[in-house]
């Protein structure tokens, strides 16, 4: 695998919440609708999440046969999108909002449909608004990760970013 990405001079690592979920604890849907983890989104990946120590989360999900790409393997996008969920969700332990900004994702192994993949993830740390995190993805049986991922997230404000598709919010 090989990757250009590189961590800020600057960066610093962040304090995890007090209120963050405790190691070990499932954390909830960010929002009941979201492709990735909503439980009101029938056709989403239905993603789960364990708060871990630090600054770190597990999540997984079951790679069901609509997640199809080349025969009997997943979407590459699907891949990336659980990727996006879990490390978005792992900078819910700043209790911060955050849209992703960045995503790259190094494709190691094919996945086959019927696995289970999880993912661990990891906040390597912040800059002003800007959460860095990274990523590998596994299958049952296998030791080495089938993916690996970098991200940049951005903290944003909530009600300004989302406030041209209020009429898609129930709730947050
Ligand atoms: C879904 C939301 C729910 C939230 C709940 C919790 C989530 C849980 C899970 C969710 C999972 C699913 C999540 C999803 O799927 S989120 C859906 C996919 N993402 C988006 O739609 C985001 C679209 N982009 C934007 O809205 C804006 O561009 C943002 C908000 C990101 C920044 O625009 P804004 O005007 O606000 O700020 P800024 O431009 O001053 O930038 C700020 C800083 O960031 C740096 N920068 C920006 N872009 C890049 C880049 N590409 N590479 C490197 N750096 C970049 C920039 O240089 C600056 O750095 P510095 O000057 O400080 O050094």
Known sequence: ????????????????????????????????????CGSDQPTG??????????LTVEAQFDVAHRYQGGPGVIHGGILSTG??????????????????????????RPIVLGSTLKFSCRIDGAVRRKVY??????????????????????????DQHFKDTKQFIDHF
């Open 1 to 36: 695998m090989s990757s250009t990405w590189s961590l800020p001079a600057d960066i610093e690592i962040p304090v995890r919440h007090p209120m963050a979920p405790e190691p070990g604890a499932q954390m909830r849907e960010h929002w009941e609708k979201c492709f990735g």
């Open 45 to 54: 990946l239905g993603m789960t999440f364990i708060a871990g120590e630090g």
């Open 83 to 108: 990727f996006d969920e879990a490390m978005g969700t792992c900078c819910m332990l700043l209790a911060n909002s955050v849209v992703t900004a960045h995503l790259e994702v190094d494709y190691a």
């Open 133 to 158: 995190s990274s990523a590998e993805a596994y299958v049952d049986g296998s030791n080495a990760p089938v993916a690996t991922a970098r991200a940049l997230f951005v903290q944003i404000d909530m």
